[in-house]
């Protein structure tokens, strides 16, 4: 997949070509999402258009509220890889303050029509464009019509009677309702990064554990989960992890540590996956290492039994 950060990269020599575009913030990339992207690629085949996706980095909601942004799903890697996966050709994704300032009109001319070409255009029922989110859905079909470019506004997907949005995820993972959360994603929730070294405590206290970075201000989970893990050994995984603070050794970032079953081998440095099959606990604040390390005990044999059910 192609990604474009600046406009003047879409003028160049091989940018200039008929699109199919989808754009949102499509956070999580969730079976609402997916609904958006299987027309977008289906109408981008159909009549032989480049299928682009059009987002935002930073969101929209972390540039407006830098210091509590709600906890984000995917960073921006998560939906790139995600993206590429489900076909998608290209992702144009500017740094949101350089087009917040557009007025709606400017935001199709310059954008939609002058730099990606779009001919085909996909978009939720929600959708609002342009400078304090004036740019309505009539007056985007509006200028389709002037234009010269269709524009498909997409249903909601409920899952369970449930509207699915980026927001409801949040609050399934934030309450620990993994399956929710799952239903609603299509997917198991999880997380990226790469393995960092940290103070090797776990190894000391004879549960060695990848700890990885979480490069986020806020997580949407925490706790102590059972995981699967990829991007290793080729093949998947099991182990125990926990997200958050460390509170009973003094950590203080939140940080995504694996305890990886059965597994010895020398892995910083490498780029990882964590999958959250079922939540266990809560993270805790023991008296004393010998406390914390009898939970992990309980935390291995609890987690076996969440993987094999």
């Given at each position: 997949?192609?990604?474009?950060?600046?406009?003047?990269?879409?003028?160049?020599?091989?940018?200039?070509?008929?699109?199919?575009?989808?754009?949102?913030?499509f956070d999580g990339l969730h079976i609402g999402h997916q609904a958006i992207f299987r027309q977008l690629v289906g109408a981008a085949s159909g009549r032989n258009l480049r299928s682009l996706v059009f987002s935002f980095e930073p969101m929209p909601m972390e540039f407006f509220s830098p210091q509590s942004p709600p906890p984000r799903l995917t960073r921006f890697r998560?939906?790139?890889?995600?993206?590429?996966?489900l076909g998608i050709q290209e992702l144009y994704c500017p740094r949101f303050g350089t087009v917040?300032?557009?007025?709606?009109?400017?935001?199709?001319?310059?954008?939609?029509?002058g730099a990606l070409h779009a001919k085909e255009?996909?978009?939720?029922?929600?959708f609002r464009f342009g400078e304090h989110r004036r740019g309505t859905l009539d007056g985007l079909q509006a200028a389709g019509r002037r234009y010269g470019f269709d524009v498909t506004v997409v249903p909601p997907v409920d899952w369970q009677g449930r509207r699915v949005?980026?927001?409801?995820?949040?609050?399934a993972l934030k309450?620990?309702?993994?399956?929710?959360?799952?239903?609603?994603?299509?997917?198991?929730?999880?997380?990226?990064?790469?393995?960092?070294?940290g103070l090797s405590l776990g190894r000391q206290l004879g549960f060695p554990t990848a700890?990885?970075?979480l490069k986020r201000r806020q997580t949407p989970i925490d706790g102590i989960f059972a995981a699967r893990i990829t991007g290793l050994a080729g093949r998947t995984l099991e182990g125990v992890a926990s997200v958050g603070t460390r509170p009973t050794v003094g950590g203080g970032?939140?940080?995504l540590e694996v305890h990886i079953f059965d597994f010895d081998a020398d892995i910083y440095g490498q780029y990882i996956t964590v999958h959250f099959i079922a939540r266990l606990r809560e993270e805790r604040n023991y008296p004393d290492l010998e406390a914390m390390t009898e939970q992990m005990h309980k935390d291995v044999m609890d987690a076996r039994a969440a993987l094999a059910a």
């Open positions: 997949m192609r990604l474009y950060r600046d406009p003047r990269a879409l003028l160049a020599p091989g940018g200039q070509a008929p699109r199919a575009v989808a754009i949102g913030v998560e939906r790139f890889e995600q993206l590429a996966s917040r300032g557009l007025s709606a009109q400017a935001f199709i001319d310059e954008l939609l029509v255009l996909f978009v939720g029922d929600d949005s980026s927001t409801a995820i949040r609050h309450i620990g309702d993994l399956a929710t959360a799952r239903g609603m994603l299509g997917r198991d929730y999880s997380m990226s990064g790469r393995v960092v070294r700890n990885v970075h970032q939140p940080l």
